[in-house]
């Protein structure tokens, strides 16, 4: 046995100040939290003891459960107090140490989930792992002090055997990562043209046809595949019809599901029921934005007769006000327009002192007759599936019509909604976490910006100016060329961001160009491009972080980590795929094109065997599949020019890339050429975007549309019908 020092004085809770609305949950804990860093890993060795990781999120209800359960209990605490450094982690502020660990929860365990338990060494090697452990022994499961106990027996008994299962386990994830490396100096490969329909026939197989989705229950929206689907279905293919299939079945499903607020708009996280009726009901901000596109992108694609484009415009809509609503932060934490968007809102309500999931948003029958009368109320509970017994709880069921409703119960929804919204607001409502995190802003960017485009709703592209400013002045720190991850009540603080945040980010700021035709977003994305690949590029081989945790390092067998598989987000390699891909459709850059071929050659094992984690490697390959198509919109600003624009933003073509400019009067070109080959009496100036050089306006300013593959354009066109017969011309 090895001698065990007690804990010091200075050993208390340590959350109260922290800035992570997660980890304050946690400061009236008696157990004594240390926040993840050197100093309390340093702790752990002067005292010879191991650590106890515990990793959350603020939304998380299973979270609140424990907590209650065990991290509450006096007993369960003295004892965490005496035998571990006990450290607490938000996994939405570092999720470069949420990855690692739950890459050896499921090793260790087979599972994997929040809260993640995680038992290390002081220098942070991962040896026992799980996620939920009980009060009291469950079948199957031990309590979380019967876990103690045990882990504490095996460091004191069995010391050698544990360090050498956690070494042994940090060589196997670094022998995983190293499987996972590409390198970005070598010449990008071709893809196998049949990977993308064979993609198509991979999810079919999965595909639950009668609920829509993927696989069983639980459910979570496939958002990114989705995106993929979409980008297929527009491009004319054996596989296409089939792709379009897929997409709407489960877009409309989960319109017409609890997991869309049939009230207040935007979608919570998951379903537990294959059916999507009993959602877990946080409110996620990286969901809302991807899902947000999803639907623009829909109606851009013209939807089926099954999912019509009006209804999954309504949905967008819908989406966009709860999150620009509920999420937005006003400059300096008053009243106002939003300038940034915060992470969640709780899966749980506080009702009488006790969390109850969901019971903002359930409903009896009674409930429903109460406030609308015994005829409304009877004819909302049938409409909106709530019966007798509630679905989740003694509180009742989510409201939500699980098909398409009539035209009279449409109607009758629309009469009836105000109230029921009315009535909702009056209940306790679900926590929100205010942090603002860089990447899922930048989703947010790219996702409002086209649905004001696409929706007609410029109020919603005035929003993503904000944000995109927003991030620009709070997360951007231009003299270092680097973006912090998280800031708090206008303030970053904390780790630098990953991989995903600049994706993210950069392709938000390419977005929020490609709709307001305004430069300085270009030059912000360049920026935010280009220090990407000086910060996570290292030796050729691309990684998610850039060395923030010297304990995560350790834990992944101290190889750069880089994971391809999407998980909720796309994947930080397959999101900066697809930014490089557009940067150099906009740029002419051949050498980032060549970086995003090098990380596409991760699809090949996943293509056709695990196409429902790679949704954004496959979108962004059906991209460079079909060029992508590059856009160049010259001429005088007005009407004409913002009808070309605006077809162009509505164009489901994969991937296309959009530049506008105001060109000079001239006679176009004489003959099709590569950038900065158009004649004409005056050319967009040199020093703008590369897409725009060489570009000229017609005759007194008159607006034209050049399309273009590689730099390489066809004649240009004047009218929106001939930009939308080209573009069919050219495949899309």
Same mark, same amino acid.
């Given at each position: 046995?090895?001698?065990?020092?007690?804990?010091?004085?200075?050993?208390?809770?340590?959350?109260?100040? +922290?800035?992570?609305?997660?980890?304050?949950?946690?400061?009236?804990?008696?157990?004594?939290?240390?926040?993840?860093?050197?100093?309390?890993?340093?702790?752990?060795?002067?005292?010879?003891?191991?650590?106890?990781?515990?990793?959350?999120?603020?939304?998380?209800?299973?979270?609140?459960?424990?907590?209650?359960?065990?991290?509450?209990?006096?007993?369960?605490?003295?004892?965490?107090?005496?035998?571990?450094?006990?450290?607490?982690?938000?996994?939405?502020?570092?999720?470069?140490?949420?990855?690692?660990?739950?890459?050896?929860?499921?090793?260790?365990?087979?599972?994997?989930?929040?809260?993640?338990?995680?038992?290390?060494?002081?220098?942070?090697?991962?040896?026992?792992?799980?996620?939920?452990?009980?009060?009291?022994?469950?079948?199957?499961?031990?309590?979380?002090?019967?876990?103690?106990?045990?882990?504490?027996?095996?460091?004191?008994?069995?010391?050698?055997?544990?360090?050498?299962?956690?070494?042994?386990?940090?060589?196997?994830?670094?022998?995983?990562?190293?499987?996972?490396?590409?390198?970005?100096?070598?010449?990008?490969?071709?893809?196998?043209?049949?990977?993308?329909?064979?993609?198509?026939?991979?999810?079919?197989?999965?595909?639950?046809?009668?609920?829509?989705?993927?696989?069983?229950?639980?459910?979570?929206?496939?958002?990114?595949?989705?995106?993929?689907?979409?980008?297929?279905?527009?491009?004319?293919?054996?596989?296409?019809?089939?792709?379009?299939?897929?997409?709407?079945?489960?877009?409309?499903?989960?319109?017409?599901?609890?997991?869309?607020?049939?009230?207040?708009?935007?979608?919570?996280?998951?379903?537990?029921?294959?059916?999507?009726?009993?959602?877990?009901?946080?409110?996620?901000?990286?969901?809302?934005?991807?899902?947000?596109?999803?639907?623009?992108?829909?109606?851009?694609?013209?939807?089926?007769?099954?999912?019509?484009?009006?209804?999954?415009?309504?949905?967008?809509?819908?989406?966009? +006000?709860?999150?620009?609503?509920?999420?937005?932060?006003?400059?300096?934490?008053?009243?106002?327009?939003?300038?940034?968007?915060?992470?969640?809102?709780?899966?749980?309500?506080?009702?009488?002192? +006790?969390?109850?999931?969901?019971?903002?948003?359930?409903?009896?029958?009674?409930?429903?007759?109460?406030?609308?009368?015994?005829?409304?109320?009877?004819?909302?509970?049938?409409?909106?599936?709530?019966?007798? /017994?509630?679905?989740?709880?003694?509180?009742?069921?989510?409201?939500?019509?699980?098909?398409?409703?009539?035209?009279?119960?449409?109607?009758?929804?629309?009469?009836?909604?105000?109230?029921?919204?009315?009535?909702?607001?009056?209940?306790? /409502?679900?926590?929100?976490?205010?942090?603002?995190? %860089?990447?899922?802003?930048?989703?947010?960017?790219?996702?409002?910006?086209?649905?004001?485009? &696409?929706?007609?709703?410029?109020?919603?592209?005035?929003?993503?100016?904000?944000?995109?400013?927003?991030?620009?002045?709070?997360?951007?720190?231009?003299?270092?060329? +680097?973006?912090?991850?998280?800031?708090? %009540?206008?303030?970053?603080?904390?780790?630098?961001?990953?991989?995903?945040?600049?994706?993210?980010?950069?392709?938000?700021?390419?977005?929020?160009?490609?709709?307001?035709?305004?430069?300085?977003?270009?030059?912000?994305?360049?920026?935010?491009?280009?220090?990407?690949?000086?910060?996570?590029?290292?030796?050729?081989?691309?990684?998610?972080?850039?060395?923030?945790?010297?304990?995560?390092?350790?834990?992944?067998?101290?190889?750069?980590?880089?994971?391809?598989?999407?998980?909720?987000?796309?994947?930080?390699?397959?999101?900066?795929?697809?930014?490089?891909?557009?940067?150099?459709?906009?740029?002419?850059?051949?050498?980032?094109?060549?970086?995003?071929?090098?990380?596409?050659?991760?699809?090949?094992?996943?293509?056709?065997?695990?196409?429902?984690?790679?949704?954004?490697?496959?979108?962004?390959?059906?991209?460079?599949?079909?060029?992508?198509?590059?856009? %160049? &919109?010259?001429?005088?600003?007005?009407?004409?020019?913002?009808?070309?624009?605006?077809?162009?933003?509505?164009?489901?073509?994969?991937?296309?890339?959009?530049?506008?400019?105001?060109?000079?009067?001239?006679?176009?070109?004489?003959?099709?050429?590569?950038?900065?080959?158009?004649?004409?009496?005056?050319?967009?100036?040199?020093?703008?975007?590369?897409?725009?050089?060489?570009?000229?306006?017609?005759?007194?300013?008159?607006?034209?549309?050049?399309?273009?593959?590689?730099?390489?354009?066809?004649?240009?066109?004047?009218?929106?019908?001939?930009?939308?017969?080209?573009?069919?011309?050219?495949?899309?």
């Amino acid at each position: 046995m090895r001698a065990e020092q007690t804990p010091e004085p200075a050993d208390r809770n340590a959350l109260g100040e +922290e800035p992570s609305a997660y980890l304050r949950q946690h400061a009236g804990n008696p157990v004594h939290w240390q926040p993840f860093g050197d100093q309390a890993f340093a702790r752990a060795a002067a005292r010879n003891v191991p650590v106890f990781l515990s990793i959350g999120y603020a939304a998380c209800h299973w979270c609140h459960v424990m907590a209650h359960e065990s991290f509450e209990d006096q007993a369960t605490a003295d004892y965490l107090n005496a035998h571990f450094v006990a450290i607490k982690v938000d996994r939405e502020e570092r999720p470069d140490v949420d990855s690692v660990y739950m890459a050896a929860t499921q090793a260790v365990s087979g599972e994997g989930g929040w809260p993640m338990s995680v038992f290390l060494t002081p220098d942070g090697l991962a040896f026992h792992a799980g996620t939920y452990f009980p009060p009291r022994p469950m079948p199957g499961r031990p309590s979380f002090l019967q876990v103690l106990e045990a882990v504490h027996d095996a460091w004191e008994e069995r010391r050698d055997a544990v360090e050498e299962n956690a070494r042994s386990l940090a060589e196997n994830m670094g022998r995983a990562q190293l499987s996972a490396a590409v390198n970005l100096s070598a010449p990008p490969g071709l893809l196998d043209p049949e990977l993308l329909p064979a993609a198509v026939r991979s999810l079919r197989r999965s595909e639950d046809p009668d609920d829509g989705g993927f696989g069983a229950a639980p459910k979570f929206p496939p958002s990114a595949v989705l995106e993929f689907l979409m980008r297929h279905a527009a491009v004319a293919s054996d596989t296409a019809d089939e792709a379009r299939g897929m997409a709407g079945r489960t877009l409309a499903a989960m319109a017409r599901s609890a997991l869309f607020d049939q009230l207040d708009g935007g979608f919570a996280r998951y379903s537990v029921t294959r059916d999507w009726s009993v959602p877990h009901f946080e409110k996620m901000l990286y969901d809302n934005a991807q899902l947000l596109r999803a639907y623009v992108h829909w109606v851009r694609l013209g939807g089926t007769p099954g999912f019509p484009e009006a209804e999954a415009a309504e949905v967008a809509v819908r989406t966009a +006000e709860w999150m620009l609503a509920s999420l937005g932060l006003p400059a300096g934490g008053g009243h106002g327009a939003a300038v940034a968007l915060a992470s969640s809102l709780d899966a749980d309500s506080v009702v009488n002192g +006790e969390h109850h999931e969901g019971a903002t948003y359930l409903w009896t029958a009674g409930d429903l007759e109460n406030l609308l009368g015994s005829d409304d109320g009877a004819a909302v509970a049938r409409t909106m599936n709530v019966g007798e /017994q509630g679905t989740v709880s003694e509180l009742g069921s989510p409201l939500h019509p699980a098909r398409a409703l009539s035209p009279e119960e449409a109607a009758h929804w629309a009469a009836v909604r105000p109230r029921l919204l009315a009535a909702r607001a009056a209940r306790p /409502q679900p926590a929100r976490d205010d942090k603002v995190v %860089a990447g899922w802003n930048g989703m947010a960017v790219a996702a409002l910006a086209e649905a004001g485009a &696409v929706l007609d709703r410029p109020g919603l592209v005035d929003a993503a100016v904000r944000i995109a400013g927003y991030l620009e002045t709070v997360h951007w720190r231009a003299a270092e060329g +680097e973006l912090v991850r998280v800031s708090h %009540a206008g303030a970053a603080r904390g780790i630098g961001g990953l991989l995903e945040d600049y994706a993210f980010c950069g392709e938000g700021f390419l977005t929020l160009f490609a709709v307001t035709g305004d430069p300085h977003w270009y030059g912000l994305a360049e920026s935010v491009i280009l220090a990407a690949c000086r910060r996570f590029i290292v030796d050729g081989s691309l990684a998610d972080t850039a060395g923030e945790s010297a304990q995560v390092f350790n834990a992944q067998g101290r190889q750069p980590g880089l994971d391809p598989f999407d998980g909720a987000t796309p994947s930080g390699a397959a999101a900066f795929a697809g930014v490089l891909l557009s940067y150099a459709a906009l740029s002419g850059s051949s050498e980032h094109r060549a970086m995003a071929g090098n990380i596409l050659s991760l699809l090949p094992p996943l293509a056709e065997r695990a196409p429902r984690v790679a949704g954004w490697l496959l979108a962004t390959a059906q991209a460079a599949a079909e060029g992508p198509v590059e856009a %160049a &919109v010259v001429g005088r600003p007005g009407p004409a020019r913002d009808a070309l624009h605006g077809a162009l933003l509505r164009s489901p073509s994969p991937g296309l890339v959009i530049a506008v400019g105001d060109g000079a009067a001239g006679h176009g070109p004489a003959s099709d050429g590569p950038a900065g080959d158009g004649q004409g009496e005056a050319a967009v100036p040199a020093g703008t975007v590369p897409l725009l050089r060489g570009r000229t306006a017609g005759a007194d300013g008159a607006p034209l549309v050049y399309l273009c593959r590689d730099m390489i354009c066809e004649r240009p066109v004047a009218s929106v019908p001939e930009v939308r017969q080209r573009l069919s011309r050219m495949g899309i």
